[in-house]
Structure formats: structure tokens, C-alpha cells
């Protein structure tokens, strides 16, 4: 039982290079999600997605982009890094919609440095 | 501007006593809380929830409370183990008018539980 899962685990990049994170759920969820956390502070909403073909910007959307071409992948691309996304990204899915109050399931966050 | 508040960044109590967590909100359109703990490089795992026609949700040694007229919440363990030091996030979602079930979260509470 896999859940939500996110590659790779850890990544350095340097500034100006491009990296995908890959987030992938085997529960068959519509939503999707992505976050960061910076030390001390709570997620930060970045990307979301409510079914294949469908994304939208969260609360801190810069410097990232987002596809949703299946119901399983959520990947979350940065173009050129930059010391600022220098932070632990989580992925996250939802039960669709119609079945009431639903918790967010995460994956284990992939922790990327930019240097 | 913080909507979800934990405004203890710590708390330490000793094993079999109560532990209490506390968390503000001042969004009055949220409608669903939840409780995530997190191990340091894992994702967060849900704990509890309560939707806002409830004031209070037990599910074994956890139990939320809600006050809505004071926006305030609180999770209570007892009795505390010390497995259950961790980081505590509160989270709250607005399921009405389209939100797509995004979560705010607070910045997060570590509790520590001694032997």
C-alpha cells in the first residue's frame, strides 16, 4: 500500500539549473497538492490539481510550474533555481469530491538544497 | 497575515500526563480542522479532524476541541507516550464555494514527551 510518493528524496541543484520532482498516488485520488516548508514555518500551498488536465496556483506559486496528465502523476517542475526554493517540498492527495470531510494524505517531502 | 495560529513552538510534558496543544484561526469561512504530526524526514501523517458543526471528536487518546465563538482549537493526548514526540501542525480548510479542499496550515508545535 504505497500511498503518495515522491522522488527523489534529497537533491542539490545549483542556481539557474531546472529539476523535476516527481510525486505519484496509487489511491486513485482527483486532488492533488504541492507544498513547501521553510524551517520553523508551516506548508505553504504551491500548485493544486482537482483531476487530470485541471491546475491551479496556491498561495506561493513562483519560480515553479505543474501537469497533471494522469490521475496518478502530479510532477512539479523548477526552471531556474533559486536560492529562495531552497526547502522541503511535500505532495499531498485528497479523496474526491461527495464523500464528505477528507484528510490530505502526504508523501515523505523531497528536501532540496540550491546552492 | 497568519490565518492558522500555533502560537507555542514548543511544549514539553512528562509520559501518562496530559499534553495540551493549542491553535487560533481567524478565517471564520474555515469549516473543517485537522491535526497532522510529523517525524523529522517523513511526511505528515493525519491524526484527528473535526468538521465545525461538531465541538469535539475523540478517536482513542486524542480529542479535539472546537469553540467556534472563541476560533480557537486544541488537540488533547492522554495519557502522552513517548512516541508521540513529534512537530504538531493545525490545518484548516474552507470546504464551501469552490476552495478545493486547500489546507492553511499553522507553523507547528514540537512536543516532547519524557520518560
Known amino acids: 500500500n504505497a500511498g503518495v510518493t515522491q522522488t527523489p528524496k534529497f537533491r542539490i541543484l545549483k542556481i539557474g539549473q531546472s529539476m523535476t520532482l516527481q510525486c505519484t498516488q496509487d489511491m486513485n485520488h482527483n486532488y492533488m497538492y504541492w507544498y513547501r516548508q521553510d524551517p520553523g514555518m508551516g506548508l505553504k500551498l504551491i500548485y493544486y490539481?482537482?483531476?487530470?488536465?485541471?491546475?491551479d496556483k496556491g498561495e506561493v506559486p513562483n519560480g515553479y510550474n505543474v501537469s497533471r496528465s494522469t490521475t496518478e502523476d502530479f510532477p512539479l517542475r523548477l526552471e531556474l533555481a533559486a536560492p529562495s526554493q531552497t526547502s522541503v517540498y511535500f505532495c499531498?492527495?485528497?479523496?474526491?469530491?461527495?464523500?464528505?470531510?477528507?484528510?490530505?494524505?502526504f508523501g515523505d517531502g523531497t528536501r532540496l538544497s540550491i546552492l | 497575515d497568519q490565518q492558522v495560529k500555533q502560537n507555542s513552538p514548543s511544549l514539553s510534558v512528562q509520559e501518562g500526563r496530559i499534553s495540551i496543544l493549542n491553535c487560533d484561526y481567524t478565517?471564520?469561512?474555515?469549516?473543517?480542522f485537522l491535526w497532522y504530526k510529523k517525524y523529522p524526514a517523513e511526511g505528515p501523517t493525519f491524526l484527528i479532524s473535526?468538521?465545525?458543526?461538531?465541538d469535539k471528536n475523540e478517536d482513542g487518546r486524542f480529542t479535539v476541541f472546537l469553540n467556534k465563538s472563541a476560533k480557537h482549537l486544541s488537540l488533547h493526548i492522554v495519557p502522552s507516550q513517548p512516541g508521540d514526540s513529534a512537530v504538531y501542525f493545525c490545518?484548516?480548510?474552507?470546504?464551501?464555494?469552490?476552495?478545493?479542499?486547500?489546507?492553511?496550515f499553522g507553523k507547528g508545535t514540537l512536543l516532547t514527551v519524557n520518560p
Open positions: 490545518a484548516a480548510s474552507d470546504n464551501s464555494g469552490g476552495s478545493n479542499y486547500k489546507l492553511t
Open positions: 478565517n471564520s469561512m474555515f469549516d473543517y
Open positions: 473535526i468538521s465545525s458543526i461538531k
Open positions: 499531498a492527495s485528497r479523496k474526491s469530491t461527495g464523500l464528505g470531510n477528507q484528510p490530505q494524505h
Open positions: 490539481s482537482v483531476g487530470a488536465g485541471i491546475t
